[in-house]
């Protein structure tokens, strides 16, 4: 099983920036897919940014509500994925969760709050 464990969450006002990581353990597939969701109060787990890589390249897909504002990137020698967020807004307010999925192997992190707010 998969372990991910999430940090960088916290306070910020809007236009402000935040870098959330990932770090995972336990048997980590190079090829797998990274990923972070988020969820605000009463609303379901959205997609944000996954990131997928090959002998090939780098692919990466993004929300439409985040594009050109986030940026997924991962470091598979720390087997660590990153989320830098700018200009952040008061609805990017959420926890973010972190997502490992490899097969039918998938893998979720304990969540970290962001919150916008002047």
């Known amino acids: 099983q998969v372990q991910l464990v999430e940090s960088g969450g916290g306070l910020v006002q809007p236009g402000g920036s935040l870098r959330l990581s990932c770090a995972a353990s336990g048997g980590i597939s190079g090829s797998a897919t990274m990923g972070w969701y988020r969820q605000a109060p009463g609303k379901q787990r959205e997609l944000v940014a996954t990131?997928?890589?090959?002998?090939?390249?780098?692919?990466?897909n993004y929300a439409g509500s985040v594009k050109g504002r986030f940026t997924i990137s991962r470091d598979n020698a720390k087997n660590t994925v990153y989320l830098e967020m700018n200009s952040l807004q008061p609805e990017d307010t959420a926890v973010y969760y972190c997502?490992?999925?490899?097969?039918?192997?998938?893998?979720w992190g304990q969540g970290t709050q962001v919150t916008v707010s002047s």
């Open positions: 997502n490992y999925r490899f097969g039918d192997r998938v893998s």
């Open positions: 990131i997928f890589s090959s002998g090939i390249g780098t692919a990466r």
